[in-house]
């Protein structure tokens, strides 16, 4: 599977990744990629993580599943995120927690998955899964189909998110 990740969007959702974007954007970045290389060596998957701006001077990903890429003005880092959620369609999960890019990605067939479900999954406190959906879907008249049954969209956001419940 290959994962594209809106970086600085998780980096902001996360309470020691702020901590560590605070003494600088080279030092938040690193902190990210320390944890996707960890997902991406457990999973096998490949991940590309997406920021705003120029690169830094500090050290490059520890691994080749690992791909760090820079949008260049006037292109933002959603907008690099959306064309590739284009390019690679059903075979990509997106990690953002920005509408209007899980919008476009959902459009393009990719999984999308928030920021705050991607972290959770790669943390040791991931708890077994859950239907959170239930009471909302036997609120919902005139459905056909299993009502306990979670969409399609959701349905592939889960099992993105299994790949990284690590051991």
Known sequence: MRWLIDGYNVIRRDADLRAHEAESLEAGRTALLRLVTRAARATGDRFTVVFDGAPG??????SGQVAVTFSRPPETADDVLVRQARQLGAG???????RAVRDAAGRAGCAVISADEFLRALSAESEPERDDDDDDQRNRPDKRGNPRRLSKEARAAQRALRRLRLP
């Not at 001077?57 to 520890?62: F, L």
């Not at 990509?92 to 920005?98: F, G, I, K, M, P």
């Open 92 to 98: 990509a999960a997106l990690v953002t927690s920005d």
């Open 57 to 62: 001077s500090g050290p490059g990903p520890a």
